[in-house]
Every structure is written in structure tokens, then in C-alpha cells.
């Protein structure tokens, strides 16, 4: 015959063991407690199963404090259960170290374009931009290229029909933007430009170009070597010198070629500028009074400037690049370096 005081003390040793388990207990372990004081197989159920064997007053008072010893026990594990109930689904560890979520940054070629733009905002120009898929007549055309020029060919231009093409460069933008606005005109146009060229680690079938331009009634060559001496000296450093050879395009007159003197070897000779002391960054010039015609602006009222760099070379001379792929491959061992 089983002692009603060896019982009760066993209640209350159980409920005093259950609280200690339970709060020493990470969530996994916190569900396995339940079934082990509550279930079928329980010391606790064994006691409430015995009552039946005791003598009625003994079975009284021992089933009673067995009932409220598994009601304070259901109420300690279902509380937690349900302000849990995800927990229980999925068992979680909040004890674990938590995971790292590195950061990310801009591409390369994102942080370039930025920072050209943000030295030019800081001139006065404004950001515009145009399409990537062209017609002929904005390519070309209204940028004074002749029907028979050679860039028009199928060799160096993606056609797309017998009438648009994916744009050769972003100067196409400044017919779009004087098409829509009167001078003055201040407007720096970014963005992607194809060619039909052999990829090589010199050229690639896409890049990027930063157009310039700037039309109002008094603008002359020496406010063009004026802001491109004051972007290389922010962009590459007060040490550059900049050098300017005359070239030719058909929308500008006169037209020039920009040399940074060598980042490297600062002008002596080396083989990053092959030994020339001078690195080319972008093409410029004078409107030509024919692109002003295109878009009537009165060339007896008006004048302007334009120019267009490549943002994968200026890059490529800053960081020290030597394969224009390395932007397109996407490699996080390369990327990371910026
Ligand atoms: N569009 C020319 C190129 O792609 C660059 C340029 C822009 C030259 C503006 C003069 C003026 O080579």
C-alpha cells in the first residue's frame, strides 16, 4: 500500500524538478518536456492511475494535489507553447551566433559614372539620357555623319533593321535634349553604347560613355579646356597635365582629342602609355554649325561645346586596369577591389 505522504512529497519533488528542467531548457529541448511530465508514460500519470488503490480520504486529498500539480504543469508548458507556436514548429536554437549579411557596393563602373557626374553637377550640368536602340537619323544623320561614312558600317554598327541600330555612342542625346529645350543648354548625358568591334582586352562589343554639352550665346573653346582641365584635376589628381591635339569628328568643328599626361611615369615614358608620356581619355570639340541646323538653333546666336569620354578607360587609367572584360565577367575577386 503506497504511503500518501511518500506521494505528496513525490508531487511536489516532480513540479520543483519540471521548473528547473524547463527553464534551463532551450526551445528544442522545451518540447520534449511536455510528453515527459504530462504523457502516458509520466511518473505523474503513474501517481493519478495509483489513486483508485487508496483508501477514499487518502485518495482525496492525493488526487487533488495530483490534479493541481498537473494543471500547474500544463499551464507552464501550453503558456510558453502558444506565445511560441512558430518555435514549435520549427525548432529554433536563440542561443546560436548570429549569421553575417555582408555588405554589398556599386559595380565599378557605377561608382565611375557617379563620381564623373558629381564633378560636373558640380559645374552646373544637368543629367539627361536618351535610348539605347536608336535610329539612324539620331546616330547619324542629325549629327552630320555623311550617307557613305564608314562608322555607318555593318562592320563597326548592330543594326537592328534598315532603320534603328543599338547607338554608337551617347552623342545622339544632344539632339534629343536641343530638340527639346532652347539654350542655354548644360546637360551631361551617361550610358551604354555598342560597337561591332573584336573583343579584345582593349574593346568590348558594349561600354559606357559620359556625353557633354554645353550651348549658350557666348561659349568658346576656352570654356571647354576650362572644364575638362578642372574635371581631370579632380578626377586623376592636380599632378595631370592635359594635352589637346586637333582631330576630327563630323558634329564638331574644331574637334580635338584629350591626352592626360601619364599617370604612371608622369610623362617620361613607360609601357602603360607605350612609351608616348600621354594617355587619350575623350573626344571634343565646337558644335558644328550643321548639328545646330538639325535642331534650328540660330548658329548666329549660338555656339557650344561637346565632348564624350569612355567611362571604362578613365577607369582603367585610374585603378590601374589592363583587360576592359574584367568589368563584364562579374569575377567578386575583381569587384571587391573597389
Ligand atoms: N561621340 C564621340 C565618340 O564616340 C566622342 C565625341 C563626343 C566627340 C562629343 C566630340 C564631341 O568617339
Redesign the pocket.
Given at each position: 500500500m503506497p504511503n500518501a505522504e511518500d506521494i505528496a512529497s513525490e508531487l511536489r519533488d516532480l513540479e520543483a524538478l519540471a521548473q528547473r528542467e524547463w527553464s534551463g531548457a532551450n526551445p528544442a529541448e522545451r518540447l520534449g518536456l511536455k510528453s515527459r511530465y504530462l504523457g502516458k508514460k509520466s511518473p505523474l500519470n503513474a501517481i493519478l492511475r495509483g489513486l483508485k488503490d487508496l483508501p477514499d480520504a487518502e485518495r482525496r486529498t492525493i488526487g487533488g494535489l495530483a490534479n493541481e500539480t498537473r494543471d500547474r504543469l500544463t499551464a507552464l508548458f501550453e503558456a510558453a507553447e502558444s506565445s511560441r507556436a512558430s518555435v514549435a514548429a520549427t525548432p529554433y536554437d536563440y542561443t546560436l551566433p548570429g549569421r553575417p549579411h555582408p555588405r554589398g557596393h556599386g559595380h565599378i563602373l557605377s561608382q565611375t559614372m557617379d563620381e564623373v557626374i558629381a564633378i560636373f553637377y558640380g559645374m552646373g550640368f544637368e543629367v539627361a539620357e536618351g535610348p539605347e536602340i536608336e535610329t539612324d537619323y539620331y546616330n547619324f544623320a542629325a549629327l552630320n555623319f555623311p550617307p557613305d561614312h564608314p562608322a555607318r558600317d555593318m562592320q563597326d554598327t548592330f543594326f537592328l533593321n534598315d532603320e534603328h541600330l543599338l547607338r554608337?555612342?551617347?552623342?545622339p542625346v544632344?539632339i534629343r535634349v536641343m530638340e527639346s529645350q532652347r539654350p542655354p543648354v548644360r546637360i551631361l548625358a551617361p550610358g551604354r553604347?555598342y560597337r561591332n568591334e573584336a573583343i579584345n582586352a582593349r574593346s568590348y562589343c558594349v561600354f559606357h560613355?559620359v556625353?557633354?554639352?554645353y550651348v549658350d550665346s557666348d561659349v568658346s573653346f576656352a570654356d571647354l579646356k576650362g572644364v575638362l582641365v578642372a574635371f581631370a584635376s579632380e578626377y586623376f589628381g592636380p599632378l595631370v597635365t592635359l594635352r589637346f591635339r586637333p582631330s576630327f569628328?563630323p558634329?564638331?568643328e574644331p574637334?580635338t582629342e584629350v591626352d592626360i599626361s601619364c599617370l604612371l611615369c608622369r610623362g617620361r615614358g613607360c609601357s602603360l602609355c607605350k612609351h608616348e608620356g600621354w594617355l587619350e581619355i575623350?573626344?571634343?570639340?565646337m558644335v558644328h554649325p550643321a548639328v545646330f541646323a538639325a535642331v534650328d538653333y540660330d548658329v548666329n546666336v549660338f555656339s557650344g561645346?561637346?565632348?564624350?569620354?569612355?567611362i571604362e578607360r578613365i577607369a582603367m587609367l585610374k585603378h590601374g586596369i589592363d583587360d576592359i572584360r574584367l568589368f563584364y565577367e562579374n569575377d567578386l575577386r575583381f569587384l571587391r577591389q573597389f
Open positions: 554608337t555612342h551617347t552623342s544632344q553604347v560613355q556625353e557633354g554639352l569628328f558634329f564638331t574637334s575623350l573626344g571634343a570639340g561645346y561637346a565632348f564624350g569620354m569612355g
